[in-house]
T-cell receptor, first 109, second 118 residues
C-alpha cells in the first residue's frame, strides 16, 4: 500500500537548523518532492530528489535514500516566515503524486 | 514560471446546490490536471486526474457522479460539486502538468478554492 510518514509538528528557534524527516512506502517511485504550505494557501515547490544524495538550494537542503525509503528536509538559519507546513510527496509511476500529512513547523523567537 | 489560476477563490453555497470550480493554466498548455481536496490541518488528497479530451480517472472512494470533472481544452479543467452538502466543505486545489517536461517540479498548483456549504 501507500504510506508516507512525517512528524505532525515541530518547534525550532529562529536562527537554528531543523530537520524534517519523511519515510515512504509507495507502489512506485518517480521522485520525491518537498513543498511548503502556509495556511489557506496552495503548496509551493521547495525541492525535488530522484537520485540518492543531498540537494542543496540556499537555506534549504533535501536528502534522499531510495533503498531506505527515507528523505529529510533541512532548513538552516531559520526565520519566522519559515513557520508553515512542510509536505513530503512521492510521485509514483506517471505523474500521480501522493502527499504526506505534512509537518507543521513553528519557529519561535 | 508557469501560472495556474482557480476561480472562484471562495464560494459559499446552500446545501443541495451545485458549485463549479475552474482551473486554468495561463501561460502553458496542460495535458493533465489534478484535483485535490484538503481538510483543515490535513494534507492534500488526490481526488482525480483529468486528461484533456478524455474521462477523468478518479481515486478510490471519490464519487465520480458527485464530483464531475471536465477537461475540455488544454488550458481549462472544471470541477463541479453536485448537490453539495456541508461535509463537502473543504479547500480544493488543482494542479497542472506542462507537457514535455519530466524532471523537477512539473506540477504547478493553483491558489485553491475554499468551499463552504451551509
Amino acid at each position: 500500500g501507500q504510506n508516507i510518514d512525517q512528524p505532525t509538528e515541530m518547534t525550532a528557534t529562529e536562527g537554528a537548523i531543523v530537520q524534517i524527516n519523511c519515510t515512504y512506502q509507495t507502489s512506485g517511485f518517480n521522485g520525491l518532492f518537498w513543498y511548503q504550505q502556509h495556511a489557506g494557501e496552495a503548496p509551493t515547490f521547495l525541492s525535488y530528489n530522484v537520485l540518492d544524495g543531498l540537494e542543496e538550494k540556499g537555506r534549504f537542503s533535501s536528502f534522499l535514500s531510495r533503498s531506505k525509503g527515507y528523505s529529510y528536509l533541512l532548513l538552516k538559519e531559520l526565520q519566522m516566515k519559515d513557520s508553515a507546513s512542510y509536505l513530503c510527496a512521492v510521485r509514483e509511476r506517471g505523474f500521480k503524486t501522493i502527499f504526506g500529512a505534512g509537518t507543521r513547523l513553528f519557529v519561535k523567537a | 514560471g508557469a501560472v495556474v489560476s482557480q476561480h472562484p477563490s471562495r464560494v459559499i453555497c446552500k446545501s443541495g446546490t451545485s458549485v463549479k470550480i475552474e482551473c486554468r493554466s495561463l501561460d502553458f498548455q496542460a495535458t493533465t490536471m489534478f484535483w485535490y481536496r484538503q481538510f483543515p490541518k490535513k494534507s492534500l488528497m488526490l481526488m482525480a486526474t483529468s486528461n484533456e479530451g478524455s474521462k477523468a480517472t478518479y481515486e478510490q472512494g471519490v464519487e465520480k457522479d458527485k464530483f464531475l470533472i471536465n477537461h475540455a481544452s488544454l488550458t481549462l479543467s472544471t470541477l463541479t460539486v453536485t448537490s453539495a452538502h456541508p461535509e463537502d466543505s473543504s479547500f480544493y486545489i488543482c494542479s497542472a502538468r506542462a507537457p514535455g517536461t519530466f524532471s523537477t517540479d512539473t506540477q504547478y498548483f493553483g491558489p485553491g478554492t475554499r468551499l463552504t456549504v451551509l
